[in-house]
């Protein structure tokens, strides 16, 4: 069974600050996707970031950049030069990934972070 | 396109009470999927279809009943609802398994 571990409820940042949002992971399987969405307070899911376990470099989307360290079973969200827009709540979420490289898409979610972006 | 859209946006139940959530996409994906989302909690699957005709239980399955007649349609029926089963709602869908999954916007139950 794969399990997904967020240990900060809620973080603070300045504004134009970097923050680092943890996230570690459990599972027995060799291959698997790594994903942060962004929950604002308006509801919806957005997807921010993808890392898969194969993937040697670590995974950029503008501001957005993960820290996938495998050895450590980690898959930490950096986000650059916060804004005022980033204050929502943070999902990591796995993947499962079968032999061929397949997948049903089943994910398995965090609690989450609740990130909130002071002026 | 729409993308995913889920009706009703909002929904109060009595207990025992019955209803049918509906998620409708228009992107032609194979794959869709229910979540549930309890107060200040991670999303769980609740239920999961690969095609029309095919659906298979996730991690919280109880309580709940799918059916995927069509690519486009996958609808959620909650028979003799409970106050545990007040939560969030997603539905979402994605091209094959491996693929990014696109959400709904979320229909916000409350059984009382």
């Known amino acids: 069974a794969q399990k997904i571990t967020q240990t900060q409820p809620g973080m603070f940042v300045q504004e134009k600050e970097a923050v680092t949002l943890d996230c570690t992971y459990d599972t027995s399987d060799q291959s698997y996707g790594l994903f942060w969405y962004k929950q604002p307070s308006s509801g919806e899911m957005i997807f921010l970031i993808y890392?898969?376990?194969?993937?040697?470099q670590n995974a950029t989307e503008g501001r957005y950049s993960l820290n996938f360290q495998k050895a450590r079973k980690s898959a930490n969200l950096v986000i650059s030069a916060s804004q005022l827009g980033d204050s929502a709540m943070y999902f990591c979420a796995m993947r499962e990934v079968l032999a061929g490289g397949t997948s049903y898409g089943k994910l398995t979610f965090g609690q989450g972070t609740i990130l909130t972006v002071h002026p | 396109n729409a993308g995913v859209t889920q009706t009703p946006k909002f929904r109060i139940l009595k207990i025992g009470q019955s209803m049918t959530l509906q998620c409708t996409q228009d992107?032609?994906?194979?794959?869709m999927y229910w979540y549930r989302q309890d107060p200040g909690m991670g999303l769980k699957l609740i239920y999961y279809?690969?095609?029309?005709?095919?659906?298979d239980k996730g991690e919280v399955p109880n309580g709940y009943n799918v059916s995927r007649s069509t690519t486009e349609d996958f609808p959620l029926r909650l028979e003799l609802a409970a106050p545990s089963q007040t939560s969030v709602y997603f539905c979402a869908s994605s091209y094959r398994g491996n693929y990014e999954q696109y959400f709904g916007p979320g229909t916000r139950l409350t059984v009382t």
């Open positions: 890392q898969g376990s194969y993937d040697e």
């Open positions: 279809s690969v095609g029309a005709g095919i659906t």
């Open positions: 992107m032609n994906h194979n794959y």
